[in-house]
């Protein structure tokens, strides 16, 4: 039978401990003697300081809610489409979502074959010029109907030698070696990009665009054609006044010069272009700067140019070749047609005609180089009627016959990413 306990034997409350007894380290509670969450006691609470306004917002505008996500914007900063915005008066603004056609508008731009196209609107160009000048061409391939083929072939002949020239002075205006085929072959398309756009402008486009593909810098790019320009420009005059100084009958400058007040006014009109270059290079301070770097990387292109045989005698000799081979088609064509003026006063016409018809910026120089050959021609002896048929027929074997061809080459060099 178990012992019952008395009362004086009766469990009494544990005793509490006073301060100085409070446990040590070593007698500290095990995590079962440990209080629960519910016996811990609660900690006072912190004051909530004052919100500091935040730099560049404006005073009363309450700051974002991290906690729920919503990140205020600015109205004129983009949002993703369908977000909210918050305008400054506090109103949402819902940007709208672009519609499904936008899209597909959108995609379809992105999969148009643009390289395509570009290598048929030299074509479409070609068909809109034949169109224009249909008369033209029709009346001088009738006109040549009766003249002799063989100088004729000879002509084409010495055509096709006009861009073996031109290939030789680009190359002489880049220090680095050119490929040789596709640099012919770039100044066969040249070509007829020259007669598409006016003042020489579709050859410079062409050959500075291979010029960059070859790995040319852009500045030095830019040199080489305005090196071009400028060599090409003093070969002709030059070889113009030394024909004209060594046949001096050549030419009757005397019938060429306009009557009257004409030539001053020519030579004031000159003037003032060149003091008004002058002033705008001297205000217009950025321009000057790149005017001079410019004119500076040119210099220095050409100093290193010129310390290279090679590349001297392809740019100069290209240089006064390519007019005289342009001056020997016209003389074979005048021969396929019984012309008897002399062939030095011929290619003092063409280089006269030539000089006069390049200060007028048409495509090719169609519409001024005919009129220009044309009184030349009449103006060394020779007859009208032939003079006309003369010059189209050079127009017709130095511009139509390799226009079609030379923008199929054209073509083909942007599809193969040559240019």
């Not at 917002?57 to 700051?63: L, M, N, T, V, W």
């Not at 270059?277 to 100093?303: E, Q, S």
């Not at 050079?394 to 990413?417: D, K, M, N």
């Amino acid at each position: 039978m178990p012992e019952t306990l008395t009362p004086s034997e009766t469990l009494t409350p544990p005793e509490t401990l006073t301060p100085s007894e409070t446990l040590t380290p070593s007698e500290t509670p095990t995590p079962s003697e440990t209080p629960t969450p519910s016996e811990t006691p609660v900690q006072a609470e912190t004051p909530v300081q004052a919100e500091t306004p935040v730099p560049g917002e404006p005073d009363g505008q309450a700051p974002p809610d991290v906690r729920s996500g919503a990140v205020p914007t600015p109205a004129d900063a983009p949002a993703p489409d369908g977000t909210e915005r918050f305008a400054p008066g506090g109103e949402q603004v819902v940007a709208p979502a672009p519609s499904a056609r936008h899209r597909q508008l959108l995609e379809g731009l992105r999969r148009l074959p643009v390289r395509q196209i570009i290598c048929l609107v030299p074509f479409a160009l070609v068909a809109a010029w034949a169109v224009s000048n249909w008369s033209l061409v029709a009346s001088g391939v009738s006109r040549l109907g009766g003249a002799h083929t063989g100088w004729l072939i000879m002509g084409g002949v010495v055509t096709g030698l006009c861009w073996v020239a031109a290939s030789c002075v680009r190359q002489g205006t880049i220090v680095e070696r050119l490929p040789a085929g596709k640099l012919l072959a770039s100044q066969f398309a040249a070509g007829a990009a020259n007669h598409l756009l006016p003042a020489g402008l579709g050859a410079h486009v062409v050959t500075l665009r291979f010029l960059r593909g070859c790995g040319i810098p852009l500045d030095r790019s830019t040199a080489a054609l305005a090196l071009y320009s400028l060599v090409e420009a003093i070969a002709r005059v030059g070889l113009l006044v030394t024909l004209v100084l060594a046949f001096p009958g050549a030419l009757r400058l005397d019938e060429l010069v306009p009557p009257g007040r004409a030539v001053l006014t020519v030579v004031l009109v000159g003037v003032v272009l060149i003091a008004a270059v002058t002033v705008v290079l001297l205000v217009a301070r950025r321009l000057r700067r790149i005017v001079f770097d410019f004119l500076r990387t040119a210099l220095t292109d050409a100093r290193a140019l010129h310390k290279k045989p090679s590349r001297t005698l392809a740019l100069w000799g290209g240089a006064v070749t390519f007019p005289l081979l342009q001056a020997g088609v016209l003389v074979c064509v005048a021969l396929s047609l019984g012309v008897t003026v002399p062939s030095y006063h011929i290619v003092v016409a063409y280089l006269a005609a030539s000089i006069a018809a390049g200060m007028i910026p048409a495509p090719g120089g169609i519409g001024s180089v005919e009129p220009a050959l044309a009184v030349a021609l009449v103006m060394v002896g020779t007859p009208l009627v032939v003079a006309t048929a003369t010059v189209l027929g050079f127009r017709l074997l130095t511009v139509w016959l390799p226009l079609l061809p030379g923008v199929a080459v054209l073509a083909a060099l942007v599809r193969w990413r040559i240019l």
